[in-house]
C-alpha cells in the first residue's frame, strides 16, 4: 500500500512543481516585457518627442 501511494504522489509533486517554475517564467517573461516597453516607449519619446 505504502508503494503505491508513494508512486501516485510522484506525478503529483512533479506537475506541481512543474506548474510553479511556468508560472515563475511566465511572471519574469511578463515583467520583461513591461520593461521593455517602458523602455522603448521612452526611446521613441526621447528620439520622436
Given at each position: 500500500m505504502?508503494?503505491?501511494v508513494r508512486?501516485?504522489?510522484k506525478p503529483s509533486d512533479l506537475q506541481d512543481k512543474?506548474?510553479?517554475v511556468i508560472g515563475r517564467i511566465k511572471k519574469i517573461f511578463?515583467?520583461?516585457m513591461?520593461?521593455?516597453a517602458e523602455a522603448f516607449?521612452?526611446?521613441v519619446v526621447s528620439i520622436f518627442g
Open positions: 505504502d508503494k503505491n508512486n501516485e504522489q512543474n506548474k510553479g511578463l515583467q520583461v513591461d520593461v521593455i516607449s521612452a526611446i
